[in-house]
């Protein structure tokens, strides 16, 4: 299921990142490999806030799309 599903609060496992090759490999930059654990913390205005490898990132709607848990 893509990230835009997971309730705030819960967490998942990175199965699979879509898109162009610059677009994975942004995502990429920012931590979201396959295997990785992904937290969502919240939802604003449609971005997504998650807890990635110690960090914390806001991506838009279109690009939480693209990644499956």
């Known amino acids: 299921m893509?990230?835009?599903?997971?309730?705030?609060g819960e967490s998942g496992q990175i199965?699979?990142?879509?898109g162009r090759k610059d677009t994975r490999r942004f995502l990429e930059g920012l931590g979201f490999v396959v295997g990785s654990e992904v937290q969502v913390v919240a939802?604003?205005?449609?971005?997504?806030i998650v807890n990635i490898k110690n960090s914390r990132?806001?991506?838009s709607r279109e690009m939480a799309n693209r990644i499956m848990v």
């Open 43 to 48: 939802r604003m205005s449609g971005n997504v």
């Open 15 to 18: 199965r699979q990142v879509f």
């Open 2 to 8: 893509p990230l835009t599903l997971v309730q705030a």
């Open 57 to 59: 990132v806001a991506i």
